[in-house]
């Protein structure tokens, strides 16, 4: 695709393209600043409970073992545990305090600065997608049903103390076709449930529920990335498209580097599929409702194209045939509809998001999803 021949001929694009670059580096500063505060708030929380069980414990055992010889001679001792009684709490309040401000400080400029870049962001990819693809439909971003197909695949069937979300950060489908087909940008997020005997422990249920936090607030200082790719377990490639026969199982393949966490995904009621093709076995792990059925849907040709695409990417790739449709869930850390992070230039950043929906469309053809799979 001739990007240069695009800016040229669409002279709107080149502004709105610089603005977004410059509004998303903003963004991900102000990130930085306000997930930092935040982080820290955390720390004096968690130093706050420490002082409060280690002041409550000295003072009992002070208050049990007085003897005016050992408090003479450990006065050091002494001193410290008296400072963190009397002071303890001044410190606490105050670093909360401070934290509090410089995340208030920021928070509001950079929530401000944040939803002025989604905008700009969610116009550049419409307007991009509007006189890129011309054929094609695009939608932008939108949080997904829960009862979407995205749960109906199975591919994200976490099981277990999780509950997970979906949200769509843009779409494209084909205009007038046959065959239902739709190429997704999606973020899933999945978050442990807290055990209910924990919420009534003094200070652990603190604990806990603040822990959930740090690894994301984590993500988002160290990461360059702007936040909402710091937000999702999973994002990247979603596509789904409909063929002629309805299956009356389930089938889905997931990649081998998951084994060893296998128990989280809901396969219990399906059966290990043993397929013949070594390659495809060394990657790839297969389970089905439905022996028979699995094998008709993962066809010689078809395990030769997911092989093959494996090894061309080396990315992360699932599948399932689940009805009538074919859904395959690809990771992209950035995901495909959005505002690359790694490129500075207008022409650069079009290049790159042409690419990532060229890529996208391409797999659509590869593993036939515009054309009758079952005859």
Do not use: C
């Amino acid at each position: 695709m001739n990007v240069s021949k695009i800016l040229s001929e669409n002279t709107y694009l080149k502004p709105l393209l610089e603005k977004a670059i410059k509004d998303r580096k903003e963004v991900i500063r102000l990130n930085k600043l306000v997930h930092g505060a935040g982080l820290l708030i955390i720390i004096i929380i968690v130093l706050g409970i420490f002082f409060a069980v280690y002041s409550t414990v000295a003072a009992l055992s002070f208050a049990a073992n007085f003897d005016a010889q050992t408090f003479e001679s450990n006065k050091w001792y002494s001193y410290l545990t008296g400072g963190i009684i009397k002071h303890g709490y001044k410190f606490f309040y105050g670093s909360l305090i401070v934290s509090y401000l410089i995340n208030a400080f920021y928070s509001k400029p950079h929530s401000k600065k944040l939803r002025e870049f989604q905008e700009l962001e969610e116009a550049s990819l419409t307007r991009i997608m509007q006189v890129a693809y011309t054929n094609y439909e695009y939608q932008s971003t939108r949080f997904a049903d829960t009862y979407h197909t995205f749960e109906l695949s199975k591919i994200f069937g976490w099981k277990g103390k999780q509950i997970t979300s979906y949200k769509i950060y843009g779409s494209l489908k084909k205009k007038s076709a046959l065959i239902k087909t739709e190429i997704y940008d999606i973020g899933v997020s999945i978050y442990n449930k807290p055990l209910s005997f924990i919420n009534y422990i003094p200070y652990i249920n603190i604990l806990f529920y603040y822990t959930g936090h740090t690894r994301r607030l984590l993500k988002n200082i160290f990461s360059s990335s702007t936040p909402e790719a710091n937000l999702n377990d999973f994002r990247g490639l979603y596509a789904v498209s409909e063929f002629n026969k309805k299956l009356n199982g389930y089938t889905v393949v997931l990649p081998k580097s998951i084994e060893s966490r296998l128990q989280h995904w809901d396969v219990n009621e399906q059966e290990k599929v043993e397929l013949e093709d070594v390659r495809f076995t060394d990657h790839f792990l297969v389970y089905s409702t439905d022996q028979v059925e699995a094998r008709y849907a993962i066809s010689t040709a078809m395990m030769e194209k997911i092989v093959a695409f494996k090894e061309k990417a080396q990315l992360p790739i699932m599948l399932a045939f689940v009805e009538n449709a074919i859904h395959i869930a690809i990771k992209n850390k950035d995901g495909i509809f959005s505002i690359p992070t790694a490129k500075q230039e207008a022409i650069e950043v079009l290049e790159e998001i042409t690419q990532e929906v060229e890529v996208a469309l391409n797999i659509v053809d590869d593993f036939s999803l515009n054309r009758k799979i079952f005859t």
